[in-house]
């Protein structure tokens, strides 16, 4: 049976996350999803994923993070494509909740513009707040359509294949969600990109909420 949805999720030396991040995936309450893990680490992590009918597990040579994102795409097989980063926390209901927010809106994609961000060490969080005109939702949140990607793949580089994306879909139903609960993405030094929490477009917000949330043990999560 083919899925409904493809959580893709690329990884390479964090195998501190990885049986978390496949237990969240289990844990989601949309029964006909599979998760796409691209491994392009030097040390494999395939010892790590379970043999599970719903986890397709690749080992491949490293690219960039948007042909990386290409080749997830090429190996799932759903009609919606969800990113799952590695680091971030993912409620039971996410996969759910936006497959139904795409197609309750007609969207082509569909992701959170304001972002809870929690650090590693459960001390600090913040709101990351998008501030343009021109809509925009935060890559680690993507839901979309395959046929939206089939119609424009990512830009092979290194960083911010994902801003490019949807600042490129030229004529495309951007989705902005609020933020119910279902996501918070963390702050931590192995960050793709490093989260300038002091700049613009961050505001400091209260942990104790985003700890309960994620069931955070003595500020561990």
């Known amino acids: 049976m083919t899925p409904t949805v493809s ?3 690329m990884t390479a030396g964090r ?5 978390r991040t496949i237990a969240l995936f289990l844990a989601q309450s ?3 999803c599979e998760l796409v893990i691209l491994d392009q680490g030097f040390i494999p992590v395939a010892d790590l994923v379970p043999q599970h009918p719903r986890i397709v597990y690749r080992h491949e040579p490293a690219r960039t993070l948007g042909a990386a994102q290409n080749r997830c795409c090429e190996l ?3 009609p919606v494509i969800v990113h799952w980063d590695d680091d971030d926390w993912h409620a039971p209901t996410r996969v759910a909740t936006q497959r139904a927010a795409l197609a ?3 969207a082509d994609i569909c992701g959170l513009a304001v972002i809870p961000f929690l650090s590693d060490e459960g ?3 913040w709101d990351y707040r ?3 005109t021109s809509p925009w939702v935060f890559g ?3 839901a979309y359509r395959r046929d939206l990607w089939d119609r424009h793949r990512f830009a092979d580089v290194p960083v911010g294949y994902d801003n490019l994306f949807v600042q490129g879909v030229t004529g495309a139903r951007i989705l902005p969600q609020g933020d119910d609960g279902w996501f918070v993405a963390r702050v931590h030094g192995g960050n793709t990109s490093a989260k300038r929490t002091d700049g613009p477009h961050w505001y400091p917000r209260d942990p104790a909420p985003l700890l309960a949330r994620v069931g955070a043990r003595n500020g561990v999560w």
């Open 140 to 142: 680690a949140t993507f």
């Open 7 to 9: 959580c893709t999720m």
């Open 76 to 78: 799932s097989s759903a």
């Open 104 to 106: 309750r809106a007609n």
């Open 130 to 132: 998008w501030e343009a």
């Open 30 to 32: 949309e029964p006909d």
């Open 15 to 19: 195998r501190a996350f990885i049986p």
């Open 123 to 125: 001390s600090a969080a």
